[in-house]
């Protein structure tokens, strides 16, 4: 059984930044692929990002490419999202997620296995 937690989210205003972190324990991290969603209010979970087991590949969606950027500490087992130039229509509740069958990043939601509890972050002046 794998558990994810992700680090508390927050209010962020316009333009600024956050970091996102997401700890896991109780399976072999190094061994596979890891993602960020998110889910605005009333709609369906999203993908933003995704991270290969090494760090090698990283896909983004296309409304938060060149802001975000995935990354992966696998010594700590610990997957981050830095959040930058941040814009209202981020306000979501944020999850990290697991895919523990492969080791390559998926935009899937479906392909991962394992989520953590969800973060929420608000961006509002």
């Known amino acids: 059984q794998v558990q994810l937690v992700e680090s508390r989210g927050g209010l962020v205003q316009p333009g600024g930044s956050l970091r996102l972190s997401c700890t896991t324990s109780g399976g072999n991290f190094i061994g596979y692929a890891m993602g960020w969603f998110r889910q605005h209010l009333g709609l369906e979970r999203e993908f933003v990002a995704a991270?290969?087991?090494?760090?090698?590949?990283?896909p983004y969606a296309d409304s938060v490419k060149g802001r975000f950027t995935i990354s992966r500490d696998n010594a700590k087992k610990t997957v981050y999202l830095e959040m930058n130039s941040v814009k209202p229509e981020d306000t979501a509740v944020y999850y990290c997620?697991?895919?523990?069958?492969?080791?390559?990043?998926?935009?899937?939601?479906?392909?991962?296995?394992?989520w953590g509890q969800g973060t929420q972050v608000t961006v509002s002046s």
């Open positions: 997620a697991a895919d523990t069958y492969g080791d390559q990043p998926t935009m899937t939601r479906d392909d991962y296995d394992y």
């Open positions: 991270i290969s087991w090494n760090g090698d590949s990283t």
